[in-house]
Every structure is written in C-alpha cells, then in structure tokens.
C-alpha cells in the first residue's frame, strides 16, 4: 500500500496544449552541446529552397540529452522489429547536418 501512494507521487500529468497538439515537420537536425546543455534546433529544409528555417529548438541538460538517445534507439529497434529495417539515405548535401 505505501509503495502504491508512492509510485502515485512520482507520477507526473503530461500536459499537450493545442497550440502544441498538430507537431512541427523536421528533416534536418542540427546539435549543439556546451558544457551544460545540449542544444537541438530542428529544421525544415523544402526542395529547391535556399533557406531552412528553425522550426523548433529544445535545450536540453547533458543528462536528458542521454536519455532521450537511449529512448529513440529503443524505440528505432521496436519500429525496425515491426515494419524493418530503416535504411539511410545518401544526403544531397554531404555536410549539412552531420554535426
């Protein structure tokens, strides 16, 4: 009984505002670190386009940017081992990107 109530403290409400519910497209990140913080501005690069605008930046401690690796190489191996394997493409820009 006393681990329930516990587990019922650490658990957290997630909150999605609408204004945040429809997502933004990216195909290009870029990544940045200091000694602190990781930084990820995620971009939307159009065919033909000579700009790419930032359409989202997420500032992240050194900590939560390793989580969220663990997390998208867990769920990469779900999604290979249910619809296969993701093959890269070649990029059109060798250089863009590869930070």
Known sequence: MAENKNQ???Q?????RPEVADGKYSNLAMIGHGPTEFLIDFIFAAPGMPQAPVVSRI???PENAKQLM???????QKYESQFGE???????NPGVGNN
């Open 59 to 61: 500032v992240m401690s």
């Open 86 to 92: 993701i093959k890269p493409r070649a990029p059109k």
């Open 70 to 76: 663990f997390a998208l190489t867990d769920n990469v």
């Open 8 to 10: 019922n403290q650490n």
């Open 12 to 16: 957290i409400q997630i909150q999605l």
